[in-house]
């Protein structure tokens, strides 16, 4: 892409009203858009982040033949009854309004209820299990306070699985499956040193839930972490019994901030029971299905990328996760770098390609805060050398490639 | 993909308060859900026809170098009053609801006022122009009644593409390139022949403006075609003064239903000014920045295409934009059926592979429901013969193609 056709443009300032870090440098690199406290609409770059974000779920849900499919943001409140999750006192964070056909109608906060009841019109019997089921859905929340950016929004992308099992066996083989394959992703995206499967408080029908907790000073969690076993546990449940039975003590423990980047809930048959989901197992007899929930906070995971990596510049994207792979700067040499943007593009190598007519400095101060892996510099005297510098994002020295030599560079 | 793993089933009966035949079709065959009146979940073979369909518009987009972004559903109060569309006596569609934290919200039903609002942080001056950026948003819209299956939602996907331009003539000339992509779009999805650039009334602003319209028995609007001068006129503006004006008289006219496929509106400077989006022009002087508006539904177009060539047997669609391209059917013969749909599929050929353990009958029948362009049967002859039987949904004629041969078939 030419970068003078991006309608976007850095900025010196933040929005004043903006106090996370994660928004402040988004907004400053047009990468999101602030519509208002905690809702943000994604530029052109910012939605190249989202989509390989998801395509990197995406991948990773589908390995373990799961089907992609779109539930809707419109709720209805009688479903919601049911399960006794519609009344503001049990959940409050539901956005409401009146329908002009009459009653009321909710948006969509989870999808737990409408899709357990869809498939009762698909699942009868033991044949029909298990389904593994998956949206990337744009979640409502009507949050009193939202003061974390991207990373705690009232509209925000989320990726929500649903598993429906025949057993509680089946159940458990397929929830570790998705463990494997959260710790694949969270790996993928750059946040694989410092993510944790984290034991958490299990509600009405296990003891625990399973999170995953990446370790990051603007975290809104606490958890204790015990390294050498790779045990993590939240706050909520740290009890000399947890402890015991988890097979470590406090004083191997340490306690750091994190952020919730991925959850997974097992709900047994409770739901299916409440919204009437029964199969005919192979004996005849009519037994609920058992349900497993599994999301990972899209938007979220792009805020913690942002705060994980950022640097005094700017932006710093992992590679996986990147807009571009390369920054194609031309310092008046726009002839030369057209053909490299060419060569390059054509080979399949993402170029962001700065042809703007600006100075230098600006050029290089963009590009810090722009984030992209690499930066390839042809200048005046390249046209004459035939070679480029190339430097990392993050690397101190710059390396002179051989122009003909930058595809396989990149291809590397 | 195998049809054993696909979680939806066909079902003979439609809802009974499902009166539109789009949505009972798709649902029907398992593509749609309904949560409720004109709320409709895609499930994983609608999903695939829907991202078809917005793959096709997307290429025809970023062909017009415009940008792909995506705004948000939460809408300020404030914003839309300054353009006074927030009433609900001039806007009869929002939805609105109560913030936690004080205030009203809506939920968009159109988008050109925060994007607009938006841009005054991107365009200041005659450099930054013209900008053309893009969106595919879900819409929330409360209508009264919602009968018309996809063709109509309260929630539904639309593609909507904004353009600032300098003057009016740049704006102009962009128009007119939108128009040619438009009719690609519809060509491409199968309705070129029936979809007609329609006079339609303009608004305070032009005196028309130009609506997409394709015919069909279901259709909402009345429209009149001279296919000779391949000109439609919508009824609303059907005048003598106007019928002179486009040089046709009403004998020549026919009178036709249709549905609105996509809609062009020229706002000139007006919502700018409303907005505060000006730009310093090279003469030093402030310009309100010249605004189109430009819309898709791509859930309607997906419905209009259903309804256009279902027949008595199920959907047909048409190869654009179809799940997937053949639809192989093993009777009996499972092995052979396995190698095919390995070979196809490592040819880059999409196949739904009907491996389920069910009488030809049923497969045959379940096939003419799904709509897949291609069926390819492997009975238990094949594998002695070493052939398979293609037919097209809607051809009468099996023919007879050698196992070996079938990639090339579908790749010709």
């Known amino acids: 892409m030419r970068q003078s ?4 443009k850095t900025r010196r300032e933040a929005p004043k009203d903006e106090e996370s870090r994660n928004a402040q440098l988004l907004i400053r690199a047009g990468y999101v858009h602030k519509e208002m406290a905690g809702v943000y609409a994604y530029m052109p770059l910012g939605l190249r982040v ?11 849900m589908n390995a373990l033949e799961c ?11 009688e479903l919601w009854e049911r399960t006794d999750r519609w009344d503001d006192r049990n959940v409050d964070v539901w956005f409401k309004s009146e329908l002009k056909s009459g009653g009321q109608v909710g948006f969509g906060w989870s999808h737990e209820e409408p899709i357990t009841d869809m498939m009762r019109g698909y699942i009868s019997s033991y044949r029909d299990l298990p389904v593994y089921g998956y949206q990337f859905q744009t979640k409502l929340r009507n949050e009193l306070r939202a003061k974390s950016g991207i990373m705690r929004g009232r509209e925000f992308v989320m990726k929500d699985l649903y598993s429906y099992s025949r057993t509680e066996e089946d159940h458990k083989a397929f929830y570790d499956r998705v463990i494997e394959a959260y710790l694949r992703v969270f790996d993928r995206v750059g946040l694989g040193d410092s993510t944790f499967l984290t034991f ?8 625990f839930s399973h999170e995953f907790q990446t370790v990051s000073e603007v975290g809104e969690d ?8 790779n045990i993590a546990i939240n706050q909520e449940v ?37 919204l009437g989901l029964y199969f005919k197992d192979d004996d005849g007899s009519q037994k609920p299905v058992i349900l497993g929930s599994y999301g990972i906070g899209i938007t979220r995971l792009m805020g913690i990328v942002v705060e994980k990596f950022a640097d005094e510049k700017g932006l710093v994207w992992p590679e996986s996760v990147a807009p ?5 700067i031309s310092l008046g040499a726009d002839e030369r770098a057209e053909e490299v943007y060419k060569a390059l593009t054509e080979a399949g190598i993402e170029v962001l390609y700065d042809d703007r007519d600006a100075r230098a400095g600006e050029k290089f101060a963009d590009s810090d805060l722009l984030g992209i892996p690499y930066r390839v510099v042809i200048g005046k005297r390249s046209a004459e050398s035939g070679e480029a510098e190339v430097k990392s994002r993050t690397g101190e020295e710059t390396e002179i490639v051989g122009i003909s030599g930058l595809v396989k560079y990149f291809n590397k």
């Open 5 to 8: 056709q991006l309608f976007t």
């Open 324 to 328: 571009f792979k390369a920054h194609l």
């Open 238 to 274: 740290l009890t000399d019994e947890v402890m015991s039975q988890l097979g470590v003590n406090r004083e191997s423990l340490e306690e750091v901030k994190s952020v919730e980047v991925g959850n997974i809930f097992s709900f047994g048959g409770t739901k299916s029971e409440q």
């Open 67 to 77: 089907q992609e499919f779109i539930m809707t943001s419109l709720q209805r409140k």
């Open 50 to 60: 989202m989509e390989k974000i998801k395509d990197i779920v995406r991948e990773e």
């Open 200 to 207: 958490a408080s299990g509600g009405a029908f296990t003891q």
């Open 222 to 229: 606490v958890i204790y972490l015990d390294r050498k076993k």
